[in-house]
């Protein structure tokens, strides 16, 4: 008894830390995210999200502020004087400067206090908090001078990503359009499949017909049909019938690639339906059709709940699929991730508007998964250890 005892201790020990390992690895990257999308484009250049709470050292282009503008120069004893705060021009948070330098080839020049000699007269002073004082014998005129610094940044989070995503006109148009195409294809994508499913898994549960082992050794054998070995043979087919880059192929595509799966998961949770009530309903006269819909579905909603978790998420986060069956030259039915994909293309270097277009992205399946996440344990558990 205490082997056995042992054994299952340990067993439970090995269960509790694969689940915590798996909880991790779907955190780490989802909280980077969620950070991610609050830093400001320079933070997320320099230091990685879990750094977000510690000052970090950045090295900065700054401008001084343009000679041309109304009441920046002053003349001071014959001298020509502009003065000012590089970050508070740049519009960022007071920091801490180490080194600075006038030149991309020498940004550690000179350290905080010291002077800059700019030639033609020109120099220029900065000190450790960002004050300058750029001094000249004859007025000045063009662009602001170029400072290049090393500093120490406080922490910063700003909601100007959310802004630019959300309102901007330039992203508003396409990710809410984009926002309800992914809903167009997920929820029929999600309802067909559990809707054939459910019948076919009854018909294997509790239907006698010759060939159904082989049917089901069949639905078993295309659970491991890779997704991409049919891609091109479907899309042809599509094509053929009329169907292809539209929302009907795409939802049949998710259909067909999600119904293996469905009538797996479902036909092991009806199998294990006690067997007194199926029985008990025939001898009262009930047809297969009233047992199915009054009796063996509302019994396997966990098991129903479940499945369209799995098929929502990963409908939800496809790119694939849609770019094969639904991508078209205008883009009008362009889903969320193929939007991401855009957004990358265009504006590859703000990386904090891509973040939170993507945590935007996933909040809807996050939404799902945590108001679900009880069918779906309920759901998979049962048909893992009821068959037959």
Do not use: C
């Amino acid at each position: 008894m205490d082997n056995i005892a042992g054994q299952k201790s340990g067993l439970m020990w090995a269960v509790h830390l694969s689940v915590l390992a798996l909880v991790l690895l779907w955190l780490f990257p989802t909280v980077g995210l969620f950070v991610s999308s609050f830093r400001t484009a320079d933070q997320i250049a320099t230091t990685g999200w879990w750094k977000a709470l510690t000052a970090a050292e950045q090295n900065l282009l700054i401008r001084a502020a343009d000679p041309d503008d109304e009441g920046v120069q002053q003349q001071v004893d014959g001298v020509w004087t502009i003065s000012g705060n590089l970050f508070e021009e740049d519009g960022r948070p007071p920091a801490t400067l180490s080194v600075w330098g006038t030149s991309s080839r020498e940004i550690d020049a000179y350290t905080a206090g010291e002077t800059a000699d700019l030639g033609d007269g020109e120099q220029i002073t900065v000190e450790a908090n960002g004050d300058y004082v750029l001094t000249a014998q004859e007025q000045m005129s063009g662009r602001g001078q170029r400072v290049f610094l090393t500093a120490v940044i406080a922490p910063e989070f700003t909601l100007e990503n959310y802004q630019n995503m959300l309102f901007d006109p330039k992203n508003v148009d396409g990710m809410s359009r984009a926002f309800f195409n992914t809903l167009t294809v997920t929820i029929p994508a999600t309802v067909i499949p559990i809707l054939i499913a459910a019948f076919a898994a009854y018909a294997l549960a509790w239907m006698e017909f010759p060939g159904r082992a082989l049917l089901i050794a069949a639905v078993v054998a295309l659970l491991v049909v890779p997704l991409q070995l049919a891609l091109i043979p479907l899309l042809k087919f599509h094509n053929g019938i009329g169907i292809g880059k539209g929302y009907m192929g795409v939802w049949l595509a998710h259909t067909g690639f999600g119904l293996p799966l469905a009538i797996y998961l479902l036909r092991n949770y009806m199998v294990g339906l006690p067997r007194d009530i199926i029985e008990n309903a025939k001898v009262d006269g009930a047809s297969d059709f009233q047992i199915f819909t009054k009796i063996v579905l509302p019994l396997s909603f966990p098991a129903l709940a479940s499945f369209a978790i799995f098929q929502f998420l990963w409908t939800w986060n496809d790119l694939l699929v849609a770019k094969v069956f639904l991508i078209d030259a205008t883009g009008r039915t362009s889903v969320m991730t193929n939007q991401i994909v855009e957004l990358l293309g265009t504006r590859g270097g703000n990386w904090e508007i891509l973040a939170t277009a993507a945590f935007v992205s996933i909040a809807v399946p996050l939404l799902v998964f945590f108001v679900m996440q009880r069918y779906l344990v309920r759901g998979l558990l049962a048909g893992s250890v009821k068959g037959g």
